[in-house]
């Protein structure tokens, strides 16, 4: 856990708003990673046929 915590600052460069709001950041960084999820999940949830191919759409001809 320490490695992480440690690259992680290195790769900040040490800021004193990160240093002091660390948590804040590292919760703010996988927030951001599940909203694109999170938002896709709710579009699906709302209209099942949103993101099906066009194989399963049955048009008449």
């Known amino acids: 856990m320490d490695y ?3 690259a992680t600052r290195l790769f900040f460069g040490n800021q004193p ?3 002091d709001n660390f948590t804040y950041v590292i919760f703010s960084i ?3 990673g599940v909203l ?3 938002i896709n999940f709710i579009k699906q ?3 099942p046929w ?3 191919s066009s194989i399963f ?3 008449s001809v």
Do not use: E, R, T
């Open 17 to 19: 708003v990160i240093k």
């Open 57 to 59: 759409n049955h048009s």
């Open 30 to 32: 996988i927030g951001f």
């Open 45 to 47: 949830k709302s209209n």
């Open 4 to 6: 992480i915590l440690c």
């Open 50 to 52: 949103l993101n099906h």
């Open 36 to 38: 694109p999820i999170a």
